[in-house]
């Protein structure tokens, strides 16, 4: 199923692609959230992120699954899948945007840029700008891209009851960490 949604992601996402375009893939991204408050701390944890680069136009594309965020206690699990992102209804975070730099693949080592774009979670897109690190390894065969973001609740409709205020930060951190590897030219 990730393969068929990862070609979907090239296809949609990237456009057409010339005989030269220089496509890099995960199925493995790590994505984390934390949500510090004042009576728990809450961390999930996702290596479910697929994601495509087309390096020649600059294109990202990224998606992960609501129910593939594990957490600490079960009972957190569900809440966030059922009361929170509604992972039912709303299954899927995408980021689609471009990089505003482009990506310098004959330079092996750490590269900083920003990409920019819409971001899209349980239902409701926003247009962000996000840094990230860069780094093209093994003479532009992988890239890792690195990035810390955060998000607040309230912008994309995540209601969190008044009564669990102390429990849940209105503001996420986001944290993706993915190894991307070439695909084709």
Same mark, same amino acid.
């Given at each position: 199923?990730r393969g068929?949604?990862?070609?979907i992601?090239v296809?949609f996402?990237?456009?057409?692609s010339?005989?030269?375009?220089?496509f890099?893939?995960?199925?493995? #991204?790590?994505?984390s959230?934390?949500s510090?408050a004042?009576?728990?701390?809450?961390?999930?944890v996702?290596?479910?992120?697929?994601?495509v680069?087309? #390096?020649?136009?600059g294109?990202i594309?990224?998606?992960?699954?609501m129910?593939?965020f594990?957490f600490?206690k079960?009972?957190?699990?569900e809440?966030?899948?059922?009361?929170?992102v509604?992972?039912?209804?709303?299954?899927? #975070?995408?980021?689609k945007g471009?990089?505003?730099?482009?990506i310098d693949l004959?330079?092996?080592g750490?590269?900083?840029?920003?990409?920019?774009?819409t971001f899209t979670v349980?239902?409701?897109?926003?247009?962000?700008?996000?840094?990230?690190?860069?780094?093209?390894?093994?003479g532009g065969?992988?890239i890792n891209l690195?990035?810390?973001f955060?998000v607040?609740c309230e912008a994309?409709?995540?209601?969190i009851p008044?009564?669990?205020?102390k429990n849940?930060?209105e503001?996420i951190?986001v944290?993706v960490?993915?190894?991307?590897?070439?695909?084709?030219?």
């Open positions: 199923m068929v949604s990862l070609i992601l296809i996402f990237c456009g057409a010339s005989a030269t375009a220089q890099y893939q995960t199925t493995t #991204a790590h994505v959230f934390y510090s004042p009576v728990e701390d809450i961390e999930a996702s290596t479910e992120g697929i994601s680069i087309n #390096a020649d136009n294109t594309s990224f998606k992960v699954k129910r593939s594990q600490e079960g009972l957190m699990q809440h966030f899948n059922e009361n929170y509604e992972s039912e209804i709303y299954p899927h #975070a995408t980021f471009e990089f505003l730099e482009k004959q330079i092996t750490s590269q900083e840029n920003t990409i920019k774009g349980h239902g409701v897109s926003k247009e962000r700008e996000i840094p990230v690190i860069l780094n093209v390894l093994d065969q992988r690195s990035a810390n955060q607040a994309h409709k995540i209601k008044k009564i669990l205020w849940i930060a503001i951190e944290n960490n993915a190894d991307f590897q070439f695909i084709s030219k």
